[in-house]
């Protein structure tokens, strides 16, 4: 059974740090791309990044380039999310997914909980 | 940036309705076009992907269909637990873009 599950949100004051993890099983972790999606209160889903399954590619969202850095360690079964500089914009529910590829097709069948941040001073 | 346009953005319908949920894309797609359902507190969930494609274990009242930019969910007779809001998504070029979602409510 898949299972991923964030961890690491809570409250920041803006221009601070945080980083995310997400601890996945049920699947071989390192055949797979990952992706950090989040929400903000009361909107819609905005994707953050997304990883391949070596780690060696890398896509941020513009908003989030330069601050944000994605990472993961497939021994670990581990993806993380580093968050820099965070702004009150940043403040959603942080979920991390794992992306399958059908055909050419690719989509997020599996996603974890979420984790809260709340950037605020 | 492709930008993803739901209509309408709320929707209210009743049991047993067929409900047909509508995403323009603002240049051509594709196919690579997935639909997500969301309830209040919880992660979203894979309806479709591939435009037409139903997620396993999601009931056969679910559809999608279209390509190039204009794309369609519908479902075919609403049940209670449908009432959610509903997102498309476009898997053709980074950054991953979604819709801003269609809220399907009780009438």
């Known amino acids: 059974q898949v299972q991923l599950a964030e961890s690491g949100g809570g409250l920041v004051k803006p221009g601070g740090s945080l980083r995310l993890s997400c601890a996945v099983s049920?699947?071989?972790?390192?055949?797979?791309?990952m992706s950090w999606i989040r929400q903000a209160p009361g909107n819609g889903l905005e994707w953050v990044s997304s990883?391949?399954?070596?780690?060696?590619?890398?896509y941020y969202a513009d908003s989030v380039k330069g601050r944000i850095t994605i990472s993961r360690d497939n021994a670990k079964n581990s993806l993380y999310l580093q968050m820099n500089s965070l702004r009150a914009e940043d403040t959603a529910i942080y979920y991390c997914?794992?992306?399958?590829?059908?055909?050419?097709?690719?989509?997020?069948?599996?996603w974890g909980q979420g984790t809260p941040v709340t950037v605020s001073s | 940036d492709i930008q993803m346009t739901q209509s309408p953005s709320s929707l209210s319908a009743s049991g047993g309705d067929r409900v047909t949920i509508t995403c323009r894309a603002s240049?051509?797609?594709?196919?690579?076009i997935n639909w997500y359902q969301q309830k209040p507190g919880k992660a979203p969930k894979l309806l479709i992907y591939?435009?037409?494609s139903l997620q396993s274990g999601v009931p056969s009242r679910f559809s999608g269909s279209g390509s190039g930019t204009d794309f369609t969910l519908t479902i075919s007779s609403l049940q209670p637990e449908d009432f959610a809001t509903y997102y498309c998504?476009?898997?053709?070029?980074?950054?991953?873009?979604f819709g801003q979602g269609t809220k399907l409510e009780i009438k």
């Open positions: 997914a794992r992306e399958n590829v059908g055909g050419s097709a690719s989509y997020w069948p599996h």
């Open positions: 049920g699947f071989t972790f390192s055949d797979y791309y």
């Open positions: 990883i391949s399954s070596s780690g060696s590619t890398i």
């Open positions: 240049q051509s797609i594709s196919t690579y």
């Open positions: 591939g435009a037409s």
């Open positions: 998504q476009q898997s053709y070029t980074i950054p991953f873009t």
